[in-house]
């Protein structure tokens, strides 16, 4: 185990902060209150972004697992195994924020496109539509809650701890 993380981790962390933020927060309103052809161009656009997410993700997991880093010693052992659990938690999350996506994309009552070439769309069937609508918006706020979380936690170890929390990923 080392102490820090590589250059490519923090930039990885940081892009991923902001696209999946920008995803959970813009995107997916702007592709919820379309409406017809339009609402076909943003979800070309937001599933195609979400693809990328996850695959940005996948490398994340990919690099953190060859360069494990140690916890803070400072921190209560409760706190390294939260930090564990919300960490891998968000790797489940963006997982199924892509399935229960593709999966509404799939039953959809018109094409979706990702990328505007692969159309991933079977037929339409409402219920199905509507469940996985249901469980993506579900994921989506479990996944605001954990970011919160996440920030708040690193603001009081950084602020009220006084340990170099924030310098780690910077």
Not at 87 to 112: K, N, P, R
């Given at each position: 185990m080392v102490e820090s993380y590589t250059r490519g981790q923090k930039i990885l962390h940081w892009l991923l902060a902001v696209l999946v933020l920008f995803w959970l927060l813009v995107s997916g309103q702007i592709a919820a209150s379309s409406e017809g052809e339009q609402k076909g161009m943003i979800l070309m656009f937001h599933s195609g972004g979400a693809l990328i997410i996850f695959a940005l993700m996948m490398w994340r997991y990919s690099k953190r697992r060859k360069n494990l880093?140690?916890?803070?010693?400072?921190?209560?052992?409760?706190?390294?195994?939260?930090?564990?659990?919300?960490?891998?938690?968000?790797?489940?999350?963006?997982?199924?924020?892509?399935?229960?996506?593709?999966?509404?994309?799939?039953?959809?009552?018109?094409?979706?496109r990702v990328?505007?070439?692969?159309?991933?769309?079977?037929?339409?069937?409402?219920?199905?539509?509507?469940?996985?609508?249901?469980?993506?918006?579900?994921?989506?706020?479990?996944?605001?809650?954990?970011?919160?979380?996440?920030?708040?936690?690193?603001?009081?170890?950084?602020?009220?701890?006084?340990?170099?929390?924030?310098?780690?990923m910077t």
């Open positions: 880093v140690m916890p803070l010693a400072e921190l209560k052992s409760w706190e390294q195994s939260w930090s564990r659990k919300v960490h891998v938690s968000f790797y489940v999350l963006v997982t199924l924020m892509a399935i229960t996506g593709i999966l509404q994309g799939v039953f959809f009552d018109q094409a979706v990328f505007g070439a692969i159309n991933i769309t079977v037929g339409h069937n409402e219920s199905l539509m509507s469940t996985f609508n249901l469980l993506h918006n579900v994921v989506s706020k479990i996944f605001l809650a954990l970011i919160a979380l996440h920030v708040l936690a690193a603001l009081k170890h950084q602020f009220v701890d006084k340990l170099p929390f924030i310098k780690r």
